[in-house]
């Protein structure tokens, strides 16, 4: 399917899209440059630029920065910037261009552009903020003919031009100003501007234009006697090319890695495959039936005949005439873009819609799980991600938005794997004298990273074959279970990047609330009941008891949530007790817990306060239990009458004492357990289905699942239940305070 867009009768020698292809800059080979914008199903004439003296032969709009940079037959290029309703221009500073300037593009971060012209002339140009004018540097080594055609790598520091000389080369355009440093490439080491790194002699004819595949590995161009050439970086000396029947090509470019689209004289754009491994590149179709109404036969074969048409031929296409460019029509979330990872540096994402992450060169992990070369890993709404590397790595980000960013401070990353390291000698001293490896509790206040340094340590004790212990005592923000309850699991293989760890046969134990303070007495005794099973788990298979217990904690830590610390130490007989970004904790826990040892570890630089955040995650992750990570699981919806089950709520309120008669004192309210009559009240509540079928031992049993109440019929008597399993096996339930409204 094709759209027509029509600007008058005039050639349209350039144009150029803004980022949500609402408008258009034309150059219809005159002096001037008009914008055109979308009203209805109408092109509006909204700003014409008309600071050029001759035609203007080339336009690129920069879509994050919203700058047009036009270059023109008058010597000159200028950088348009939008300020008050006015496209206002800027001059670049070409001091050594005497010929027209045939070519501008604007490079993938947008922080500089090049031009090429016909004085032979190639120049990175950028913005000089200290003098406020845009210089630029000129390539020394340059072609021997007229510039034809610009493009930039991904990497925003290599560039390839085309030229009359039939000749294409790939310089780097690493600027110091502009660029911290040199980034790596495939295509050879970039150092300093202008270096010829690549030169491919065409056989003949004219190049008019070059592209870049998106992720730079591959490079072809097209030539005045319909020959279309691709090389790839693996193979730098082998010229892949494809003689063609069709009219002269002007336009090329690269849809993906290996399917190209040219256009020219032939009237339609068309599609070939380029394959580099055999060498070849195949002609698929052409994007636009092209006949004429003298005969129906196509234009490239007018001139084969053997005596001249009697009448000219009229194309039947959607171009009637020559196709000058092919710029790609897309949405902004299409966007790729390399990103070079300096060894110690950390890639960080908060993803607003959706994110693809790529490795395509050296080593990096994801919270301690090891990424692949060449596997895409998408992420959606509302999760984050940190991409280190210890050694340098490139990945491709592929994100309607700028939502990550590399961190170049500076990283605890070592520290936490010297911890690793420290650990892993205590599990081999352990499997060397037949003893209990480490058991580690990580602490620290609220938004600290105590999860993410769990998750770490475990992940990287699997990847070396240990099957550790992860207890997930965060009531808010459990990464085991859902919200409201405390869980534990054998970690048996590093978790996934995208879906977190895969949940195996998990000891969950409910508690209810949100935070521990709304029932310490209530969250201290089921981690006793936590701690006791852990324990059985750990005496009873070898391979665990080596690998020992990683204990995360809440960030709760007012009187009650410090005493509520050291039980857990003493109920789970930790060894070592990392604190994350806490001095005073760290001092208090070394004297009150003589017998452990306490360590401080900094907090990550991408720790945020999370707040906001917290109420969207406890939603996902009870979204994630009923309908899988990536919806791809279908629950159940059923009705029960209320006959059929029994639902209790554990913990009275805290009667205050001025309340009671003299002298008289309640012993336990918080782990009280109170049966509760089925009304509209539970609408949207989450249940726990309990393991236990005597309710006086519903605080000493796991949890079998969850269940949510989605309707309430009092007068049929009959609840509608939203859950993974067709049926409820246990009779016992027990009400939380946590809820969830179905909006799928």
Known sequence: MSEIHSFGNLPIIAHSWNKDRTQIAVSLGKNDVRIYQKVASKWKLTHTLCEHLSRVLAID???????????????????????????????????????????????PEENKFAIGSSDKNVAVCYYEKDQRFWAAEMIKKKPKSTVTCIAWHPNNQLLAIGSCDYRCRIYSAFVKTVDEQARTSNWGKITNTGELLHEFQSESGWIHDVAFSPLGDNIAWVSHNSIIFAVTADNPSQITM??????????????????????????????????????TIDFLEKLDRQETSTGRQSIGRL????????????????????????????????NLKEIVIEAGQ??????????????????????GTELAIGQKYQFTSGMKFAIFTYWGCTVNIISPHEDYYVARDEN?????????????????????????????????????????????????????????????????????????????????????????FRIEMPLVFHYGYKTPGENIGLYNEIISSMAMYVNIRSEN??????????????????????????HVAKTFDVDIIIVLDSEWLSTKLTSDLPGVKVITLPKSGGVVPKD???????????????????????????????????????GAPQIPDSCLPAGMILKNPYNKILPIAASPALMHHVLAVSSSNDPEQLLAKNILGFVVVQQVDSEKRTLTLLSPQPNVKNKLLIVSDISFVDMK
């Open 61 to 107: 709009w920069a879509p994050k920065t919203n700058q047009i940079v036009t270059a023109s037959a008058d010597y000159n290029a200028y950088v348009w910037t939008f300020e008050n309703d006015i496209w206002k221009p800027q001059m670049v500073e070409l001091q050594r261009t005497s010929r027209a300037v045939c070519c501008a593009k604007w490079s």
């Open 242 to 279: 494809e003689i063609t029947s069709y009219l002269p090509f002007r336009c090329i470019i690269f849809m993906n890695e290996s399917t190209i689209i040219v256009g020219g004289h032939e009237f339609s754009p068309l599609i070939y495959n380029y394959d580099q491994r055999n060498g």
């Open 303 to 334: 001139f084969d005949q053997p005596a001249m048409q009697t009448q000219t031929p009229e194309p039947v296409s959607t171009h009637q005439s020559m196709i000058t460019q092919i710029v790609p029509y897309q949405k902004e979330n299409g």
């Open 346 to 367: 950390e890639l960080r994402g908060d993803v607003d819609e959706t994110l693809t992450v790529e490795l395509r060169s050296g080593k990096a992990e994801i919270f």
């Open 412 to 500: 605890p990353m070592h520290i936490y794997l010297n911890v690793h390291g420290m650990l892993e000698q205590l599990r081999q001293k352990a499997e060397t004298e037949k003893t209990r490896g480490p058991r580690i509790m990580v602490t620290g206040l609220p938004d600290v990273g105590k999860s993410t340094v769990c998750r770490m340590l475990v992940n990287w004790a699997a990847r070396l074959g240990r099957t550790p212990i992860l207890v997930d005592l965060d009531v808010g923000q459990n990464q085991i279970s859902i919200p409201g309850t405390i869980a534990a699991m054998v970690v048996r293989r590093p978790a996934s990047v995208e879906e977190g």
């Open 541 to 566: 298979v070898e391979k665990s008891l080596i690998s020992g217990v990683v204990v995360n904690t809440c960030g709760y830590i007012r009187q009650e949530g410090y005493e509520s610390f050291k």
């Open 612 to 650: 906001a955040a917290k109420d969207k995650f406890r939603e996902n992750k009870i979204r994630e239990y009923f309908y899988g990570p990536r919806n791809n699981i279908c629950p159940h919806v059923f009705t029960i009458e209320f006959n059929e089950i029994k639902i209790y709520k554990i």
